[in-house]
């Protein structure tokens, strides 16, 4: 007689790794994710440390069905981090053994939901390819949450990863995709690493048409975090103060 497969669940996580304030988990995520997420004894994760300590949270509130010392947790490759699972090159199978076998699985990344703006595709792929039902767990999602706070497009757009370092493909790249939105009304939404905001919204300020609508959601679901959304010139204008020191949401369309 063939073993039932178990599940792999996609754990959102909350929007605040790294961050020196943490937001309430009862708070920001929905408690039937935090039951679910409390009996899984087998995880695959960008990285253990973040996913026991984002356990631990969890624990506090719902009792994890074995103790932290006990769980199976498994890291993406460091491959996978750099640059990125959605190609189809990465063999994420071996990670689904447990699931194979009859026993459940969370995917978790540090924040989030995983596979969106995060690694994870591969192992989605991975378990469908191996019969293995997934289950997306509802939760906080940066992108969605910044969109819906913009005022702008939310009926085309997308989600461009991260801009170029150097300041002059930085302003190639801004240019290139106001154009885009501009012409198609597409939203553009991008994100950087937090002690690179400051740089990037300097750079957007430079580069943009003044009649582009700029938004920023700063520290989504913090009560430290604030969103803005004006035309670029009333950027230049007013320079407003944001928290550019938490993760940011950025967002360019008309």
């Known amino acids: 007689m063939s073993i039932a497969k178990g599940k792999l669940y996609l754990v959102p996580?909350?929007?605040?790794?790294?961050?020196?304030e943490q937001a309430p988990l009862h708070g920001v995520m929905p408690q039937g994710t935090l039951e679910i997420a409390a009996r899984l004894c087998c995880w695959i994760c960008e990285n253990a440390k973040s996913t026991r300590a984002y356990l631990k949270r969890i624990?506090?509130?719902?009792?994890?069905?074995t103790s932290i010392q006990a769980l199976q947790i498994q890291e993406l490759t460091r491959e996978v981090?750099?640059?990125?699972?959605?190609?189809?090159?990465?063999?994420?199978?071996?990670?689904?053994?447990?699931?194979?076998?009859?026993?459940?699985?969370?995917?978790?990344s540090e924040a989030g939901m995983p596979?969106?703006?995060?690694?994870?595709?591969?192992?989605?792929?991975a378990a469908h390819?191996?019969?293995?039902?997934?289950?997306?767990?509802?939760?906080p999602m940066s992108l969605v949450l910044a969109l819906a706070s913009s005022g702008l497009n939310g009926q085309n757009f997308a989600f461009v990863g991260y801009l170029p370092q150097d300041p002059s493909g930085r302003a190639q790249r801004i240019r290139e995709?106001?154009?885009?939105?501009?012409?198609?009304?597409?939203?553009?939404?991008?994100?950087?690493?937090?002690?690179?905001?400051?740089?990037?919204?300097?750079?957007?300020?430079?580069?943009l048409q003044g009649n582009t609508r700029l938004a920023?959601?700063?520290?989504?679901?913090?009560?430290?975090?604030?969103?803005?959304?004006?035309?670029?010139s009333?950027?230049?204008?007013?320079?407003?103060?944001?928290?550019l020191d938490l993760p940011t949401v950025f967002c360019i369309g008309r």
């Open 81 to 108: 981090h750099k640059k990125g699972d959605h190609t189809g090159h990465f063999d994420a199978r071996p990670l689904l053994l447990a699931a194979v076998e009859g026993r459940d699985v969370g995917l978790v």
């Open 129 to 139: 390819d191996l019969g293995i039902e997934v289950v997306a767990l509802t939760g």
């Open 216 to 232: 920023l959601s700063c520290g989504i679901t913090l009560g430290s975090g604030a969103s803005r959304s004006a035309l670029a």
């Open 177 to 207: 995709l106001e154009s885009l939105a501009l012409k198609t009304g597409q939203t553009q939404i991008f994100i950087e690493t937090p002690y690179r905001n400051a740089a990037l919204l300097q750079g957007l300020l430079q580069s």
């Open 59 to 65: 624990n506090e509130l719902h009792p994890l069905s």
């Open 234 to 243: 009333h950027w230049k204008r007013d320079k407003p103060v944001l928290p």
């Open 13 to 20: 996580a909350p929007l605040d790794f790294g961050c020196d």
């Open 115 to 125: 596979a969106i703006a995060d690694p994870g595709s591969s192992v989605v792929r």
